[in-house]
């Protein structure tokens, strides 16, 4: 349940032929949007490095000494158990990073139109 070939093919011979020129707010909307996402997940990588580390060493720790994760905890549950904690971390990190660039952002605007 799609669009037509045809139709998309009207479509995009349609919008290819047409004469519009962006104007340089959107080039500054696009540019301003990669730099937060870039920004994002630099703030992400970092948190998961250290989410990485900080739930590695208790998880590798415990299965050598206590008794019950040592028969229980196999590598695979080791490692689910530190990716796990690294993902969490970096989805979370990346989406307050770029949720709190763009309150800066749209904080920045409404000061600019306000004086």
Do not use: C
């Not at 948190?47 to 994760?69: D, G, M, Q």
Request: hydrophobic share 45%.
């Amino acid at each position: 349940m799609g669009i037509p070939s045809e139709m998309r093919d009207v479509w995009l011979q349609r919008r290819a032929n047409s004469f519009q020129i962006p104007s340089p707010a959107e080039d500054e909307k696009k540019s301003r949007a990669e730099r937060y996402s870039q920004e994002g997940i630099r703030a992400g990588l970092k948190a998961a490095a250290v989410a990485a580390v900080v739930s590695a060493v208790p998880t590798l720790i415990a299965v050598r000494k206590v008794p019950w994760a040592k028969a229980n905890l196999n590598h695979t549950a080791q490692a689910l158990i530190i990716s796990g904690a690294s993902i969490a971390a970096y989805f979370i990190t990346v989406d307050k990073t770029v949720l709190e660039s763009a309150r800066r952002n749209s904080r920045a605007q409404f000061d600019n139109k306000t004086a």
